[in-house]
């Protein structure tokens, strides 16, 4: 006894040990989780603006190549001459790989204080005088205030407001030692087709240099304006200020062109929309007038989010998960940490009552072992040779054999239920007939009362009288001395139609409440029982209700301190037609 409490003891505290445990892992996993969770937005984060990046290069490229493939790398003095080279030139750019991304070259032209723009025919490859685009004001603003500094204006400012596809490179002259002069003579204006730009090209990299699965997971928006405030294309609902990532485009790189031109050209301008300050040469009253704002690389801002809302929803969702996903599994742990503290207790318990089982059924044998022997031992005496000794003790020793009987036969009708069905072949049975036999069998002084005409049951007669015995036996031994026991056997009233209800009632000090669910229990047996010292197997109840359910009836229990016990049996009765 010691030893199996030293093994519960044990075994508590390991299952302690076992929850602290679980709660320490689910800590650490939730942190561990938020831990990776940061790690993968950063990635996320670095793996959006790289692709990006590379999206910005690869449009800034081809649109820079346009540029670099209409400009000469010499300058022609011969104004017919430079627009015979532009136009030859913009006919080979436009049949190059990125031909599609420009739409048309036209040529801004000092004429006395103001600038004259002339276009170029596609049809006759010429350029002709036209009137400024309605739009491009601002462009024409800033190249008045770059020939003119006397003209009101800024002429580094305003980039913002121009047309979204429209850029100017300025020509220079240069004087015969290869220095420039500062003397701008010209302006060379290429207006990229934008709408394909937005539609197609920009969707395309995107799918190409991000990957498509990766691509799809996002909403884009293309802006410009010093604050992005001007929205060329969206893919979606608005990005504004929600952006996942965001990148600059639509810069277009001019130091290769005026490192191209004689003697280096002009100082290189930095990435950005054009020239930000005056030649090198010209460092008068222009050098005085305010300095430009700091560049922005690229007139274009393309700005990502993505379709759940952004990438910290993206990855907090991802977490969220993660963590249902370990607390699921922590409560299945739980549920398998109490269902194995229930079923170690049911075990103890089991293990308790089989205990107390063997202790039971060696008193149940002794008792009657030791009744025979004393009466066998006598009969081998001189009483032997009393008749009427010898025919007492002979009825002691069969009185005693029949509990005997009666022991074991619990024993392997319990054995049979638990190997398999513990009735045999069913057949239409008297209720009656079997109440009757089971009275005479169990010896039990009984009030009987069946309701005349009932119909029978299908049964295991041998089987079901067995059950009814247990129940008669239990109100003998369980009633008070003297009492007689109640048996009814009725139709349900209780509305269920086609049940035969047998009641067996005893007038003994019932059931106490505690005990009720357990009393169907194998090897159960109540305290007061024990107290008391009445003898038994616990395996009576056990196998009755093994029967009654085998039949496909229910067995039930009510009682009340005092009050004694009523058990009640619900049988289907056999109808006329099955009865036939």
């Known amino acids: 006894m010691e030893r199996t409490h030293q093994h519960s003891t044990l075994w508590w505290v390991f299952i302690a040990a076992l929850v602290l445990l679980s709660g320490v892992l689910g800590y650490l996993q939730y942190h561990w989780i938020g831990a990776v969770s940061h790690a993968e937005q950063a990635d996320l984060r670095e793996r959006l603006e790289a692709g990006l990046n590379r999206v910005s290069r690869q449009l800034n490229t081809g649109l820079t190549s346009i540029a670099e493939g209409v400009i000469p790398a010499t300058f022609n003095p011969k104004r017919e001459d430079r627009e015979q080279a532009y136009a030859v030139r913009f006919q080979d750019a436009k049949a190059s790989a990125n031909g599609h991304l420009v739409s048309s070259l036209s040529v801004g032209v000092p004429v006395g204080q103001n600038v004259e723009l002339r276009r170029l025919d596609p049809s006759t490859g010429a350029f002709t005088k036209a009137d400024w685009p309605q739009g491009w004001s601002t462009l024409r603003t800033r190249l008045l205030t770059r020939l003119n500094p006397n003209v009101r204006g800024d002429a580094f400012s305003g980039y913002g407001s121009d047309p979204a596809g429209v850029i100017e490179i300025p020509r220079f002259d240069f004087q015969t030692n290869g220095l420039p002069s500062g003397h701008e003579v010209e302006w060379v204006i290429l207006e990229y087709d934008v709408d394909h730009i937005l539609k197609e090209t920009i969707p395309a990299l995107m799918l190409s240099q991000m990957g498509a699965s990766e691509a799809s997971k996002y909403a884009f928006e293309i802006s410009t304006g010093p604050d992005s405030s001007r929205v060329l294309y969206r893919s979606g609902e608005p990005i504004g200020k929600q952006a996942?990532?965001?990148?600059?485009?639509?810069?277009?790189?001019?130091?290769?062109?005026?490192?191209?031109?004689?003697?280096?050209?002009?100082?290189?301008?930095?990435?950005?929309?054009?020239?930000?300050?005056?030649?090198?040469?010209?460092?008068?009253?222009?050098?005085?007038?305010?300095?430009?704002?700091?560049?922005?690389?690229?007139?274009?801002?393309?700005?990502?989010?993505?379709?759940?809302?952004?990438?910290?929803?993206?990855?907090?969702?991802?977490?969220?998960?993660?963590?249902?996903?370990?607390?699921?599994?922590?409560?299945?742990?739980?549920?398998?940490?109490?269902?194995?503290?229930?079923?170690?207790?049911?075990?103890?318990?089991?293990?308790?009552?089989?205990?107390?089982?063997?202790?039971?059924?060696?008193?149940?044998?002794?008792?009657?072992?030791?009744?025979?022997?004393?009466?066998?031992?006598?009969?081998?005496?001189?009483?032997?040779?009393?008749?009427?000794?010898?025919?007492?003790?002979?009825?002691?020793?069969?009185?005693?054999?029949?509990?005997?009987?009666?022991?074991?036969?619990?024993?392997?009708?319990?054995?049979?239920?638990?190997?398999?069905?513990?009735?045999?072949?069913?057949?239409?049975?008297?209720?009656?007939?079997?109440?009757?036999?089971?009275?005479?069998?169990?010896?039990?002084?009984?009030?009987?009362?069946?309701?005349?005409?009932?119909?029978?049951?299908?049964?295991?007669?041998?089987?079901?009288?067995?059950?009814?015995?247990?129940?008669?036996?239990?109100?003998?031994?369980?009633?008070?001395?003297?009492?007689?026991?109640?048996?009814?056997?009725?139709?349900?009233?209780?509305?269920?139609?086609?049940?035969?209800?047998?009641?067996?009632?005893?007038?003994?000090?019932?059931?106490?409440?505690?005990?009720?669910?357990?009393?169907?229990?194998?090897?159960?047996?109540?305290?007061?029982?024990?107290?008391?010292?009445?003898?038994?197997?616990?395996?009576?109840?056990?196998?009755?209700?093994?029967?009654?359910?085998?039949?496909?009836?229910?067995?039930?229990?009510?009682?009340?301190?005092?009050?004694?016990?009523?058990?009640?049996?619900?049988?289907?009765?056999?109808?006329?037609?099955?009865?036939?």
């Open 244 to 580: 996942d990532a965001s990148v600059n485009l639509f810069d277009i790189r001019m130091e290769s062109m005026f490192r191209r031109t004689r003697g280096g050209g002009p100082r290189p301008f930095p990435r950005g929309d054009g020239p930000k300050g005056p030649p090198p040469s010209d460092r008068s009253a222009k050098s005085e007038r305010s300095s430009p704002p700091a560049p922005e690389h690229g007139r274009w801002t393309l700005a990502v989010r993505h379709h759940a809302g952004s990438l910290e929803a993206v990855v907090a969702q991802a977490r969220m998960r993660n963590l249902a996903v370990t607390a699921g599994i922590f409560v299945l742990m739980m549920f398998a940490v109490g269902a194995l503290i229930q079923l170690t207790r049911r075990s103890h318990r089991l293990a308790d009552l089989q205990m107390q089982f063997v202790a039971g059924v060696s008193h149940e044998l002794r008792t009657p072992l030791s009744v025979m022997r004393t009466a066998g031992h006598n009969l081998r005496g001189n009483m032997a040779s009393d008749p009427e000794r010898v025919k007492r003790y002979g009825a002691l020793i069969e009185q005693q054999a029949e509990s005997l009987g009666g022991i074991v036969e619990q024993v392997l009708s319990f054995a049979r239920g638990r190997a398999g069905s513990p009735i045999g072949k069913l057949e239409p049975a008297s209720v009656a007939g079997l109440i009757e036999e089971a009275v005479k069998a169990a010896n039990c002084p009984a009030e009987v009362d069946v309701e005349p005409g009932l119909p029978p049951v299908l049964a295991d007669p041998t089987a079901l009288r067995h059950a009814l015995q247990n129940l008669l036996t239990n109100a003998v031994k369980y009633g008070r001395p003297g009492e007689r026991v109640n048996v009814n056997a009725e139709l349900s009233r209780n509305g269920t139609s086609g049940m035969v209800e047998i009641r067996v009632r005893d007038h003994g000090d019932g059931i106490p409440a505690s005990e009720m669910r357990h009393i169907f229990d194998p090897f159960y047996r109540g305290a007061s029982v024990v107290e008391k010292q009445i003898h038994g197997t616990g395996l009576g109840l056990t196998i009755t209700r093994r029967i009654i359910e085998a039949h496909r009836g229910t067995i039930s229990v009510k009682s009340e301190p005092g009050q004694g016990a009523e058990f009640t049996v619900r049988l289907a009765a056999v109808t006329a037609g099955e009865n036939s």
